[in-house]
Each structure stands twice: as structure tokens, then as C-alpha cells.
């Protein structure tokens, strides 16, 4: 069965820090990787998603994220964030076979703040 | 474009109660998803519909949930005999079919609070 997990529950920085967020995930087939963020009172919305080529994937406000198939993962980076940045960030990970459905299997979360 | 849309935003039950959430997908997505959210983790799979069948029920957690799309695009999730574990927020989700159909667009979600 697939697993995600991530690392920190919980990061409390400034503006204009770097922001990194682990995501490692287990999973014996080939899968499609994603990062969606759910800010204060909105709904989840995709920030980024790997399904093949360039490992480094760009996203939306700056997010990037690095697939490394030998370390099973998936980090979320941004250099300098911004307040706007507060949200709920959600590493997600979907099978390539197609009987699978594409149902995803997501890790905890990870709440971020950033202290204007 | 409308996005997903779920009604009701908010439900109250009591315990031993039936209570129906309803999901609208965005026009022309075959492919619909619901996921429940527990407080403090991630969305976790229920059932997965492409068109009015269900293909994966596997996350279902037992035969007090079901779930319908008689014609292939509104959805319903059906709740009986509700029990206090069952409160949650209910996602759903929708996209394209396909190879490249993978990203889903969620819904607000149902916040469902069983007393």
C-alpha cells in the first residue's frame, strides 16, 4: 500500500526566510507526485505536480520541488517566503497504473506560519 | 470556470442519524472523488467514480457509507446510522479522464459533526 509521510508537523518562520518541507513516500510502482496547499478558510488547491521529465518542478508563487526516485522524495522549497504564505501544505502521491484510479494518497500536513 | 461545489457547507446530525452530502463536479470532469479529512491529517480516500460507475470503493470504511452518481455527474455520499467518528470534513474532488487527468480540483468540503 502507498504511504506518504511528511516530516514537520508544524514550521514557524519569518518573511523573506527559505522554506523547505520534506515529503518521503513508499510506494514499489511508478507514481505521479504532487503538492497542494490549502490556505486560512479556502480549499485545497495544486501547487505543483511531477508526473515525468525534469525532476525540478516550478509551481505556482515561487514553490519549487525536487523528485529524487532513490531517496522517495519529494521537497517542497521556496527561498523567501511571505506572510501569504500561512497555509496548510499537503504532499500527495497517485499510481501511474492505471487500474489504480488515480486516487490519492496524501500525507498529514504541515502547517505553516510565517511571522510577518 | 465553476469550481466543484459541496452541499451543505456545514451539517449537524445527532448519533444513529442518516445524512446525505452532496457533491457537483466541474462540467465535463468523468472522473469524481470523494475523501474524508479527519481533524489534523491529510484527506483520506473513500471512492472514486469514472462516469456513473464506481471503479474504487476501497476506502470506504464500512457498509454504513455509500455512494451514488446515477448520472455521472452529481454525486452523492450517503451516511447511515451516523456514529460520533464519523465527524470529519468530507472533500470531493473531480477531473478529466485520461492519462494526463491526474490533477484533481477540490470541492470546499462538508464539515459533518455527529453529536
Known amino acids: 500500500a502507498q504511504s506518504v509521510s511528511q516530516h514537520n508537523h508544524h514550521v514557524i518562520l519569518s518573511e523573506a526566510a527559505s522554506l523547505e518541507l520534506g515529503c518521503n513516500y513508499s510506494?514499489?510502482?511508478?507514481?505521479?507526485l504532487f503538492w497542494y496547499v490549502q490556505y486560512p478558510g479556502q480549499h485545497l488547491q495544486l501547487l505543483l505536480k511531477?508526473?515525468?521529465?525534469?525532476?525540478l518542478v516550478k509551481g505556482i508563487k515561487g514553490f519549487e520541488a525536487e523528485f529524487i526516485k532513490s531517496k522517495f522524495s519529494f521537497n517542497l522549497r521556496k527561498p523567501s517566503v511571505q506572510w501569504s504564505d500561512t497555509a496548510e501544505y499537503f504532499c500527495?502521491?497517485?499510481?501511474?497504473?492505471?487500474?489504480?484510479?488515480?486516487?490519492?494518497?496524501f500525507g498529514g500536513g504541515t502547517r505553516v506560519l510565517v511571522k510577518p | 470556470g465553476a469550481g466543484v461545489s459541496q452541499t451543505p457547507s456545514n451539517k449537524v446530525t445527532e448519533k444513529g442519524k442518516y445524512v446525505e452530502l452532496r457533491c457537483d463536479p466541474i462540467?465535463?470532469?468523468?472522473?469524481l472523488y470523494w475523501y474524508r479529512q479527519s481533524l489534523g491529517q491529510g484527506p483520506e480516500f473513500l471512492i472514486y467514480?469514472?462516469?456513473?460507475?464506481?471503479?474504487?470503493d476501497s476506502g470506504l470504511p464500512n457498509d454504513r457509507f455509500f455512494a451514488v452518481r446515477p448520472e455521472g455527474s452529481v454525486s452523492t455520499l450517503k451516511i447511515q446510522r451516523t456514529e460520533r467518528g464519523d465527524s470529519a470534513v468530507y472533500l470531493c474532488?473531480?477531473?478529466?479522464?485520461?492519462?494526463?487527468?491526474?490533477?484533481?480540483?477540490f470541492g470546499p468540503g462538508t464539515r459533518l459533526t455527529v453529536l
Open positions: 467514480f469514472q462516469g456513473t460507475g464506481a471503479a474504487d
Open positions: 510506494y514499489g510502482g511508478t507514481v505521479n
Open positions: 462540467s465535463g470532469h468523468t472522473a
Open positions: 474532488a473531480s477531473s478529466l479522464g485520461g492519462p494526463r487527468g491526474n490533477e484533481q480540483f
Open positions: 500527495a502521491v497517485n499510481s501511474r497504473i492505471k487500474a489504480a484510479g488515480n486516487k490519492l494518497t
Open positions: 511531477y508526473f515525468s521529465g525534469d525532476p
